[in-house]
């Protein structure tokens, strides 16, 4: 989601007129200026011009957001109209099943994109970057340190560094 001149936060397209995004972008956002913000939808790099704008209809926030601890940071962006599914540059991601328990697992990896730095203090990627990266355990000890929550949060990354994600990314 962006605001002309700047972008603001990544988000996930999960059907033709919701984007699952973090509910700390959106936490002060009166609806009353809805209009200043839009989704940018099918851009790979960040002046794409082949992209298209949607105004917002309205945004959902996790009604247990908490913005010290970023537990339930989730948020839902409704679009003015459907995002056409037949555009080739367009995709968007399946939730897990209802009721899904331990989710997700070990066996699992998690895919992040965004066009965040590239490294730590770094300027924004111009193309949009993904990487591939494994569940971690909340037993692990790395992990337990940064949960709050472990029925809420998870940890996924490389315990020993390498491939990661970075500031502006978004999973």
Same mark, same amino acid.
């Given at each position: 989601?962006? @605001?002309?001149?700047?972008? @603001?936060?990544?988000?996930?397209?999960? /059907?033709? !007129?919701?984007?699952?995004?973090?509910?700390?972008? %959106?936490?002060?956002?009166?609806?009353?200026? %809805? =209009?200043?913000? %839009?989704?940018?939808?099918?851009?790979?790099?960040? /002046? =794409?011009?082949?992209?298209?704008? !949607?105004?917002?209809?309205?945004?959902?926030?996790?009604?247990?957001? *908490?913005? =010290?601890?970023?537990?339930?940071?989730?948020?839902?962006?409704?679009?003015?109209?459907?995002?056409?599914?037949? *555009?080739?540059?367009?995709?968007?991601?399946?939730?897990?099943?209802?009721?899904?328990?331990?989710?997700? /697992?070990?066996?699992?990896?998690?895919?992040?994109?965004?066009?965040?730095?590239?490294?730590?203090?770094?300027? @924004?990627?111009?193309?949009?970057?993904?990487?591939?990266?494994?569940?971690?355990?909340?037993?692990?000890?790395?992990?337990? *340190?940064?949960?709050?929550?472990? @029925?809420?949060?998870?940890?996924?990354? %490389?315990?020993?560094?390498?491939? *990661?994600?970075?500031?502006?990314?978004?999973?």
């Amino acid at each position: 989601m962006t @605001s002309p001149g700047s972008a @603001s936060c990544g988000g996930t397209l999960i /059907n033709r !007129y919701y984007i699952l995004t973090a509910a700390h972008c %959106f936490a002060s956002v009166q609806a009353s200026h %809805f =209009d200043r913000y %839009f989704a940018v939808v099918g851009a790979q790099y960040r /002046n =794409d011009t082949n992209s298209v704008r !949607y105004t917002i209809k309205s945004i959902i926030i996790h009604s247990q957001y *908490d913005s =010290d601890t970023y537990e339930n940071d989730i948020a839902l962006v409704q679009l003015s109209l459907p995002v056409d599914f037949n *555009d080739s540059t367009v995709g968007f991601s399946c939730l897990p099943p209802n009721g899904a328990v331990n989710y997700p /697992n070990e066996s699992m990896n998690a895919t992040a994109l965004g066009w965040g730095s590239l490294e730590q203090g770094g300027s @924004s990627a111009y193309a949009l970057q993904q990487v591939e990266l494994p569940i971690v355990s909340n037993q692990n000890s790395y992990c337990a *340190d940064v949960l709050v929550t472990s @029925s809420t949060q998870f940890c996924a990354g %490389f315990i020993s560094g390498g491939k *990661d994600t970075c500031q502006g990314d978004r999973y």
